[in-house]
């Protein structure tokens, strides 16, 4: 009888603690179009940041990242978690690198109310912080639960936390890459990178039996507004279908905030990041027991006119920044194609499973740019690869821009992005002339898979201006019955300028596989 009535009276307590997170329940319909008011009426107001919001105690100088990790949510307290439905949501405490305290609400059909900030939602361990942070403060972000891998467990989807970055999880996934709501001047040489922060939500209360999450936010920035709506339904690949309406402000009211910032260059839509120390196509070597550390190892890009590129990633010494010509692309990722242990022998980061992500562009997106950054770095803690599509019609200040598109998070078990593919990149100095350099590229699937014995592709390879290719072969690999194209190119010794390279494989004019792309830097 003890035992009935401790768990009474902790029910009582966790029903009590989700109460008092509630307040100012008002009747309202969310949509896109009524987020997208409110991030316009904010757009004709200079950008102020949530950083003054958040309290002394919580500040990087007062809490430090062991402090910081002592912080922890209750699991018990989850939204959602008592009523039985099929999607909860945890939250992350603000403080540390998480600077900007994030507005959250819960809706449903008819209603619209705030989730307030509630210290009893969290174990602050051995600190003593606890009843200095108002109710006002907001959270960092928040993790979503389902029953992803099991029908009676709820596990760790996806998370919101920190600027515009979230991760998804499909099946059997661990994290690796991330998106972000929108990249501006990524990677311009003249200016610093901009960040916008998802500064408020609203949460979809989910029913019974409901298959997707939905949610919405407002973008913020020194430069634009936005309004963003997630449909996020789990699965084998977890997919996130976005609409967003964008809104760039005044320059009068951008440099009120900000009066060095220059008119934007670029607005990276759909921006991916992910980290490439090393793999097989890596021209530096480090000292690591391991033969590869990425959690992606190459772009993958479907053009409108159907052709389709690889471009494998690599960390080169200096900065290297990438444009494509991508006029209404149809899609792209950056993918890892690499899907064994033995690939990685990390037996603590389990980047053979990590997903893909691939961007599906819906409507007409018009004309356009690729662009892929890859930094330089010495360790694998660092997010050094950023690939995002650029429109060149940038739109006017005030003018609402909208566009859409699905994200795949995949380890492409059941999605074939592109079945007929390069599977590996090597590179290194021909042995008969140290000058020339060798690519080594290895392709597979069904359409080599069919070619009658004796039956030999061609592989059609050229170079930019500043190389020449010297001489191409290609060869069967007896042991799984791919092709090995062996390009050598030597570079004009007068140029230092990096050299664009080509391959596809071809039989009878007709185009067996997708088109290998590099951009190869001089030492």
Request: hydrophobic fraction near 35%; charge should be neutral; proline fraction near 7%.
């Amino acid at each position: 009888m003890r035992r009935v009535s401790c768990l009474v009276l902790l029910s009582l307590i966790v029903l009590d603690c989700a109460k008092s997170a509630f307040a100012r329940v008002e009747p309202a319909e969310v949509t896109l179009d009524y987020v997208a008011k409110r991030a316009e009426e904010r757009a004709h107001k200079p950008f102020k940041s949530p950083k003054g919001n958040l309290p002394e105690v919580l500040r990087a100088d007062q809490l430090d990242y062991d402090k910081y990790r002592e912080v922890r949510f209750r699991h018990e307290q989850a939204l959602w978690g008592a009523e039985g439905l099929p999607f909860q949501v945890e939250f992350f405490h603000p403080g540390y690198l998480y600077q900007e305290p994030v507005r959250i609400n819960e809706f449903s059909y008819n209603y619209v109310q705030p989730v307030r900030f509630v210290q009893d939602f969290f174990d602050y361990g051995k600190l003593k912080i606890k009843k200095q942070i108002p109710p006002t403060t907001g959270y960092a972000g928040f993790r979503i639960l389902a029953p992803l891998n099991q029908a009676d467990k709820f596990d760790e989807l996806g998370a919101f936390l920190g600027a515009s970055y979230f991760r998804l999880l499909g099946k059997g996934q661990h994290y690796g890459e991330s998106a972000r709501g929108l990249a501006l001047d990524c990677g311009e040489p003249d200016r610093s990178e901009e960040f916008p922060i998802f500064t408020d939500w609203w949460l979809g209360k989910p029913q019974a039996g409901d298959q997707d999450l939905h949610l919405f936010a407002i973008l913020d920035s020194v430069s634009c507004t936005g309004a963003y709506e997630f449909h996020i339904r789990p699965g084998e690949s977890t997919v996130a279908e976005i609409e967003a309406i964008i809104f760039l402000r005044e320059q009068d009211k951008i440099r009120a905030a900000d009066r060095d910032r220059k008119p934007l260059l670029t607005i990276g839509m759909a921006p991916l990041t992910s980290m490439f120390w090393f793999g097989k196509s890596s021209g530096r070597k480090f000292d690591d027991y391991r033969p590869e550390v990425h959690d992606s190892d190459g772009l993958l890009m479907r053009m409108e006119n159907g052709e389709t590129l690889w471009r494998p990633l690599n960390n080169a010494s200096v900065m290297r920044h990438q444009k494509f010509v991508a006029d209404n692309i149809k899609g792209f990722g950056l993918l890892q194609r690499d899907r064994d242990f033995a690939d990685y022998q990390d037996i603590f980061n389990l980047y053979h499973a990590v997903p893909s992500v691939w961007v599906e562009p819906r409507g007409h997106w018009g004309e356009g740019e690729m662009h892929l950054l890859e930094l330089s770095t010495h360790y694998e803690g660092l997010d050094n690869v950023v690939a995002f599509w650029d429109p060149k019609l940038k739109p006017k200040p005030m003018q609402p821009f909208r566009f859409g598109y699905t994200l795949y998070w995949t380890r492409e078990t059941d999605r074939k992005l592109s079945p007929n593919k390069v599977v590996a990149t090597r590179i290194g100095a021909d042995s008969r002339n140290p000058q020339w350099r060798q690519f080594v590229i290895d392709f597979a699937g069904p359409k080599l898979a069919i070619l009658p014995e004796g039956a030999v592709p061609e592989a059609i390879a050229s170079c930019s201006e500043n190389g020449r290719i010297v001489e191409s072969q290609i060869f069967r690999i007896p042991s799984n019955s791919n092709w090995r194209a062996i390009v050598k190119m030597e570079p004009k010794s007068e140029n230092k300028d990096p050299i664009d390279l080509r391959c596809t494989l071809q039989k009878g004019g007709e185009v067996l596989t997708e088109t290998w792309t590099y951009h190869w830097s001089p030492p």
